[in-house]
């Protein structure tokens, strides 16, 4: 990670399960070439964690707000993060 890379926590609700969310986000996320993960959560939200330079996280948190052609994303909250267990791309964990 560099000095300049930001670093977020994306929590997004709604229609985000069984619409293939988790791989759109991962698809999307590599596209701007940010690490992290992106989860299925056991209260039927998505969880992400974004880290890359700033304009590509803040392009990804707009994209979050829409999500896959399936999905209807009722609420995005997005709050910045240490850059914790980071792995070296972006994945779907499980």
Do not use: H
Request: glycine residues 6%; positive net charge.
């Amino acid at each position: 990670m560099k000095i300049a890379d930001r670093t977020v926590r994306a929590r997004m609700t709604g229609r985000v399960q069984g619409v293939s969310f988790r791989a759109w986000t991962c698809r999307e996320a590599t596209k701007l070439d940010l690490k992290g993960w992106v989860r299925n959560e056991p209260d039927g939200s998505v969880s992400a964690l974004l880290s890359g330079a700033p304009k590509a996280v803040a392009t990804m948190t707009k994209l979050l707000r829409d999500g896959p052609v399936a999905a209807r994303v009722s609420d995005v909250r997005i709050e910045e993060a240490e850059p914790l267990d980071l792995p070296d791309r972006f994945e779907i964990r499980y």
